[in-house]
């Protein structure tokens, strides 16, 4: 089934391809990677992006303020609910006119899909990370995919809707060692999966908090952890403030993030968090 659903990138396949993402991690500093969201709807930008010109500009502007890698998504995942499915012609259309040119900008790129159709035709543009929202439990053939072409996948924590009753590390951890059962039965090598907590997905703010607050705990995975906190809505449940205004937060979520294991983080706001991170970095350094 995968050959007839994802035929579109099978052209691209290379199996000897560079390995940026390795490349990145073994430089042993927190790396940055960008959000683009090429959407009309995204919560925390909603269609500021959308129109390719400014897309384009957006992903050299953050690439010049230190973004190792770029996430270039067409289809709001809406954590808090309210997102509008769109269908995988008009997901490609969106990406169409901004994945291939990014691309040409230099840094890695990866697409933030939960449709490994859209995921095969991104990487046969020329996008070298998957991210899937939904931990490879979503759509099988997005684990076969992953495997096939050997890239790297960011397998992110999520649940159709927040329970507070749950001990929210149980759960994840639960989680990613399904989403690791599935990849492994697929051929995904260990070393190219990327663990994330989903921060704002299917969890409550406390929860989102204990996912930072407690992320070393998943470092018995053995695997790289990423944290994408920007400008999500538990930071506005501490100190309220509307999406645009949450940078603080994000920063502070991120910074502590890093200290506790976290080697990606994704951000809207590259230059500030590549300065924070920075700098928290110089100070752990004289510790
Ligand atoms: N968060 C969002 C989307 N994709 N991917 C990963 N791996 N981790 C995240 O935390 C994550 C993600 C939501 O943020 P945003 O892209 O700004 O919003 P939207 O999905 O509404 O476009």
Not at 60 to 77: C, V, W
Not at 85 to 106: D, H, N, T, W, Y
Request: proline fraction near 7%; charge should be negative; aromatic fraction near 4%.
């Amino acid at each position: 089934m995968i050959d007839a659903r994802l035929s579109a990138g099978c052209a691209s396949r290379n199996t000897s391809a560079p390995k940026p993402l390795a490349r990145l991690l073994a430089l042993g500093r927190p790396l940055v990677m960008g959000v683009l969201n090429v959407t009309p709807d995204s919560f925390s930008d909603g269609g500021e992006f959308f129109d390719p010109a400014r897309a384009l500009d957006q992903a050299g502007r953050m690439i010049a303020e230190g973004a190792d890698i770029l996430d270039i998504g067409a289809e709001s995942s809406r954590p808090y609910g309210g997102a509008v499915p769109v269908p995988l012609e008009e997901e490609i259309r969106r990406l169409e006119p901004v994945l291939p040119a990014a691309v040409k900008l230099g840094a890695p790129v990866s697409i933030d899909t939960m449709k490994p159709e859209v995921a095969a035709w991104a990487l046969a543009a020329g996008a070298s990370i998957i991210n899937d929202v939904w931990g490879l439990q979503r759509d099988r053939d997005m684990a076969r995919l992953a495997a096939e072409r050997t890239v790297p996948v960011i397998v992110m924590h999520n649940r159709e809707s927040a329970d507070s009753s749950l001990d929210i590390m149980a759960e994840i951890a639960k989680f990613f060692a399904r989403s690791l059962e599935i990849a492994e039965a697929a051929g995904v090598a260990h070393q190219n999966i990327v663990l994330d907590p989903g921060i704002g997905f299917g969890k409550t703010p406390e929860q989102s908090l204990i996912a930072i607050a407690r992320l070393g705990e998943l470092k018995s995975f053995g695997l790289p952890l990423l944290v994408g906190a920007s400008r999500k809505r538990f930071i506005a449940k501490v100190s309220p403030a509307p999406p645009d205004q949450r940078l603080g937060g994000s920063i502070a979520a991120h910074v502590m993030a890093v200290a506790n294991g976290a080697s990606i983080i994704r951000t809207h706001d590259v230059a500030d968090t590549v300065q924070a991170l920075r700098i928290a970095a110089a100070i752990r350094d004289l510790q």
